[in-house]
């Protein structure tokens, strides 16, 4: 019995389950309702484009890291995440050729030039997008309506976003008066023009309720990005009604709701406790609020991210806890 | 009833004591040789006050205090001292020990008697008998019982807590002892409150232990006021001193080198109480202890009363010898304890638990980048952040990791339990503290 061979290794010795190709996986399994729903609504292309931007982004994973001579790390799914996430955001009737541009640029851009998964400061699929809207402004900013029928792309009718339509109301009056608002029931099911992820708030709200449970976010910066932008928004509408949109109608319209579940909460680029996740959800909404309601743009979901993620190590650096008895110790 | 308070963070891990919470304590058999380790404590090693070729008797003293945090070793049973020499220790080094071959008979050494009035006698005097007894804390931190009930003037304790919490998975020494013994673990905590002089004693017991709960209840009696029975939360790590402190009485332990007294309490294991009772009311000293011996990788989990200095591969022969291919040795529980190369290391008074993982449970995941989840900053009791200290120390950084509290952290395994990318936080984080003190030293 004496010659027995241990493992040495250190304390604990028990492990749980969670690991990061499970956690990954339930990226995407959250991902899916939003998935389904845009492919149905916006039909075989948005489909492509979905495999196209997926499949992509995992072989040029693998290439990247074969050509650095790097192990190869696909089997993580954090680049079939990236993938489909720049498909969510992308407009339904984008060109193939461009996703793939997209993918490639969040998995050499957005990721293993800083050293690939945790080392990357922002967004992946986020840099991409960015990217791929200053690059190709029309393509990113034609917008489909969505018709339920899975074959018509020929006859696919372009149509404003709500945001958009909000906007270039205002441009041109100066004024809401005689804006329409879409009905709130539009954007809940994802009857409304925009990207193909973000149009159906009850299917990414059935996503993010799953990574609730599951334990893979926690409230805090959903929370706190909704609620600012809620409460802002509530300020300047109270105040001039005819100059702010209803802000129910923020909330529900653009990228907010996949931005704030899916994009902001991204674990490698947000901050690491529940007050820093805060703030950083604060931030995000205070920046995408004053974008929509006083910038150029139509929306401000991306940028206000991207923006956070650059502030996220001084946050962490800010809101870093102090140990257990602190205060105590303090008091007495 | 007292109000049960909740500490932040902390892991739910499979327990497995189904394995072994059934067996009642038996006696484990005495082995072919005994190794009794000089250094079974923090502090000084010991110095041996027998020589090669002498016989001893059991309960006899063969290793002397050196200092005031120490106290000395006592030969488990009768026999003959084969060497003195360095000896394979469950800290993972070569440690000078004495080597007895039994003679079988068991013959006690003389003057054991003990004092069964403990009443008539002073708290010095009572201090005295568990130094000279060997009394350390048997949770497994084997801090020198006598120097804990020696708070310094001006720390005064109000509160005694007897750690019956036994949060470790697969562990169920304590239970038992509890299940089985709770006379002693009681009367152990009678002493302990007459020594400090408090009013105020808790026997803190996790709730699914109900049994336990039971027998001690029942040994106090309806309407003691002598101790409140706590039935604590199910969580990881519960029975930490810390944590522990926290939920009873809600007091918090300052950081940076607090200590339990400094909020006026003391916390003592439940074996601990019980090797109080046995030294003071019988003069036994701390020869022997009750040890789990279990995980998937045993044929016959037991609880045993084992004999320090037995060798841990008889007591897994005692247990029927392993069940498939085993892949780790453990000596204490799965979360703390310290693995193990060979099974000639002994069993010392700290040993709580042996655990025997079988190779196909034993997963070497490979530790993959941080993705920065935050599940270890969730889980720690301490509120560290475990991540940060983890990165700072794989850079060499140590100012750094100190700046994070690396030394606050009280290493239970929670972060590292909880990792999803499987990096060795907890091993990172002690060379952090390691470096960290070693620097200190040299200023
Ligand atoms: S950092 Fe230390 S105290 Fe915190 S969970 Fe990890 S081991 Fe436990
Ligand atoms: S649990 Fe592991 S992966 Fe998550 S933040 Fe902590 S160290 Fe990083």
């Not at chain 1, 690059?135 to 899975?150: A, D, G, I, L």
């Amino acid at each position: 019995m004496n010659d027995q061979r241990f493992v040495v290794s250190a304390s604990p010795h028990l492990r749980s389950e969670e690991s990061v190709p499970r956690i990954m996986g339930s990226v995407l399994i959250a991902l899916a309702p939003a998935t389904v729903t845009g492919i149905y609504l916006f039909g075989f292309h948005a489909l492509l484009i979905v495999l196209v931007c997926t499949g992509s982004a995992m072989a040029i994973e693998a290439l990247t890291q074969k050509a650095m001579g790097k192990r190869v790390t696909i089997t993580d799914w954090s680049a079939a995440v990236t993938g489909l996430l720049l498909a969510l955001n992308l407009p339904p009737g984008s060109p193939w050729w461009m996703a793939l541009i997209g993918a490639a640029l969040a998995i050499v851009l957005g990721k293993q030039i800083y050293g690939g998964l945790g080392n990357n400061p922002f967004n992946p699929a986020l840099v991409a997008r960015v990217v791929l809207l200053i690059s190709f402004p029309v393509q990113m900013t034609t917008w489909w309506k969505p018709t339920s029928s899975f074959f018509n792309v020929a006859d696919a009718v372009t149509s404003a976003t709500p945001l958009g339509a909000m906007k270039t109301h205002l441009m041109l009056k100066g004024s809401l008066e005689g804006f329409t608002m879409t009905g709130l029931i539009g954007p809940l099911v994802g009857n409304v023009g925009g990207c193909i992820g973000e149009v159906s708030v009850i299917a990414l709200a059935i996503g993010g309720v799953y990574l609730l449970a599951r334990r893979v976010i926690s409230w805090h910066i959903p929370v706190a990005f909704l609620g600012t932008v809620l409460v802002a928004a509530t300020v300047v509408w109270v105040i001039n009604p005819h100059r702010f949109i209803n802000p129910l109608f923020h909330l529900v319209t653009g990228g907010l709701f996949l931005g704030a579940v899916f994009m902001a909460t991204d674990l490698v680029t947000s901050p690491v406790t529940g007050p820093g996740m805060i703030l950083f959800g604060v931030g995000c909404g205070l920046i995408t609020f004053i974008i929509r309601d006083f910038g150029g743009y139509p929306e401000g979901v991306s940028f206000s991210i991207l923006l956070m993620n650059a502030t996220t190590p001084l946050i962490d650096r800010l809101t870093a806890p102090k140990p257990f008895g602190w205060v105590e110790s303090k008091e007495t | 009833m007292s109000k049960v308070f909740r500490f932040k963070g902390g892991v739910h891990p499979r327990d497995r004591k189904e394995l072994s919470r059934d067996k009642a304590i038996e006696p484990a058999p005495l082995p072919e040789r005994l190794v009794v380790p000089l250094s079974q404590h923090i502090g000084a090693p010991c110095e041996p006050v027998v020589s090669q070729g002498d016989t001893v008797k059991k309960g006899q003293k063969i290793g002397e205090a050196r200092g005031f945090v120490s106290v000395p070793v006592h030969a488990p049973t009768s026999g003959k001292v084969i060497k003195i020499d360095s000896f394979p220790h469950p800290l993972g080094k070569d440690l000078p020990a004495i080597e007895i071959e039994p003679d079988g008979l068991d013959t006690c050494a003389d003057g054991a008697g003990g004092q069964e009035d403990f009443a008539s006698l002073s708290p010095d005097e009572l201090r005295a008998i568990i130094r000279e007894k060997g009394i350390v804390g048997m949770g497994g931190a084997t801090f020198p019982t006598h120097v804990k009930l020696s708070p310094p003037e001006g720390k005064p304790i109000d509160t005694l807590i007897i750690n019956g919490a036994e949060c470790e998975p697969y562990l169920t020494a304590d239970y038992r002892l509890m299940l089985e013994e709770p006379e002693k673990v009681i009367t152990g905590m009678r002493i302990m409150k007459t020594i400090l002089g408090v009013e105020r004693a808790f026997i803190a017991i996790e709730k699914n232990k109900p049994e336990a709960i039971d027998a001690v209840k029942g040994v106090l009696g309806p309407d003691s006021r002598e101790a409140t029975v706590v039935p604590l939360e199910v969580k990881y790590p519960q029975g930490a001193e810390k944590q522990l402190i926290k939920t009873i009485v809600n007091r918090e332990v300052p950081p940076s080198g607090g200590l339990p007294m400094d909020v006026g309490v003391l916390v003592q294991n439940v074996g601990t109480a019980a090797a109080v009772d046995q030294a003071v009311r019988l003069g036994i000293p701390l020869i022997e202890r009750v040890v789990t011996v279990t995980g998937e990788g045993i044929r016959e989990p037991k609880n045993l009363r084992v004999r320090i200095g037995t060798p841990v591969g008889s007591l897994l022969e005692a247990c029927g010898g392993f069940r498939e291919t085993p892949g780790k040795l453990v000596l204490g529980g799965p979360m703390m304890g310290i693995s193990q190369y060979t099974t000639e290391v002994p069993v010392i008074k700290g040993t709580s638990g042996v655990l025997v993982l079988p190779r196909s449970r034993v997963r070497l995941e490979e530790a993959r980048t941080c993705i920065r989840c935050g599940t270890c900053v969730r889980v720690c009791p301490m509120n560290l952040l475990p991540n940060f200290i983890g990165t700072f120390a794989s850079r060499g950084l140590f100012d750094q990791a100190e700046r994070y509290y690396a030394l606050d952290c009280i290493e239970c395994g929670s972060c590292a339990f909880s990792c999803p990318a499987k990096i060795p936080l907890v091993h990172l984080i002690k060379y952090a503290k390691a470096e960290i003190m070693a620097k200190k030293r040299k200023k």
